[in-house]
């Protein structure tokens, strides 16, 4: 006798997976057999290719990095451009290189050679430590998951967010306005992070970040872990403060669909190199991109 368990077939159980991207898809793959295709439709991509996508003059230009850790490099040659308060998001297979960019503009990585340049007037920022980039260079880090401080309160890890600043009234001020700005953390301030909710734990550490009042928002997997209300909770937030705040962001999203909608600009990365660039909405329609990291 069978159990509704034994009549599901192989071919059953692969077409109920999702995609990276969050899509169905009918088979599934190896990051192996992505990276492979990915490298295969890999297209030419020039510096001016890159600052034909930004909006007015590059805010935040990558020249020639490489970058990893200790003896291992990552990035090869990597090139980006993104414009003042637009967003760029980056995908691509597990091992790509995404989360290093990121790591390699906070002062995460070892760079072997390469620069870094942030603003009109190129500031390098190639060798800044990751305090002097969010205290001089207003640049923020918002990690995955898990980076909130479970046993203190919403207000004292808002504090923590402030660190930096010359005296800790300063960053209460700045908690505050936080505060102002988002009800639903304010409404919990005394409560222990570890009792909030996943979204709420989300804009926690978004918010973290804002104490410093950064210009550009390093956001890493933002949706990685939540519910589907809480992903559109986020990239709410982040459009927000992209378009009413006025903030640059780059993204690493696992979530290609999520990503590429949100995003004003697109890269797909393969091993350590960038593969292809565009406009998000015209990566969304790619189909190539879209076999691979959109579930259709």
């Given at each position: ?11 059953d159980?692969?077409a109920?997976i ?6 169905k898809?009918?088979a599934v ?10 490298a ?15 909006k ?14 200790g ?11 993104v414009?003042?308060?637009q ?10 290189g ?6 390699s503009i906070?002062g995460?990585t070892?760079?072997f050679?390469?620069?870094?340049t942030?603003?009109?007037?190129r500031?390098d ?6 305090n002097q980039k969010?205290?001089?260079?207003g640049i923020?880090y918002?990690?995955?998951?898990k980076?909130?401080?479970?046993g203190m ?8 967010g ?9 960053a209460r ?6 505060f102002?700005?988002?009800p ?23 918010s973290?970040a804002?104490?410093?009042n ?5 956001v890493?997997?933002p ?7 809480f ?5 709410e ?9 006025q903030?640059t962001i780059?993204m690493?999203e696992?979530?290609?669909?999520k ?8 890269y ?5 190199e960038?593969?292809i660039?565009g406009?998000g909405d ?15």
């Open positions: 006798m069978s159990t509704e368990q034994d009549k599901n077939t192989p071919q159980t692969a109920s999702r995609g990276y991207g969050g899509g898809v009918d793959i190896s990051v192996d057999e992505v990276t492979r295709q990915v295969e439709m890999a297209e030419t991509v020039n510096v001016s290719d890159l600052d034909s996508l930004c007015g003059d590059p805010y935040v230009m990558i020249d020639g990095l490489n970058a990893g850790y003896k291992m490099q990552i990035l090869h040659d990597f090139h980006l451009r414009g003042r308060k967003s760029l998001c980056l995908i691509g297979p597990n091992g790509a995404k989360s290093t960019i990121l790591h906070f995460f070892r760079i050679s390469g620069q870094i942030i603003g009109s007037e500031r920022v190639t060798a800044m430590t990751p969010l205290a001089q260079a923020a918002i990690l995955q998951d980076s909130i401080f479970p309160t919403v207000e004292e890890n808002l504090w923590m402030g660190y930096l600043k010359d005296r800790p009234a300063r001020e700045a908690a505050e306005r936080v102002d700005k988002y639903r953390l304010a409404a919990r301030r005394k409560h222990q992070a570890k009792v909030l909710s996943g979204g709420e734990r989300r804009l926690l550490e978004i973290r804002l104490v410093m950064p210009e550009l928002l390093l890493d997997e949706s990685i872990g939540l519910e589907p209300r992903i559109d909770m986020v990239f937030i982040l459009h927000d403060l992209q378009h009413n705040e903030k780059i690493v696992q979530n290609a669909k990503g590429l909608e949100f995003a004003d600009i697109g797909v990365l393969v091993s350590g960038l593969a660039a406009r015209d990566l969304l329609a790619n189909p190539k991109v879209g076999e691979l990291f959109l579930g259709g």
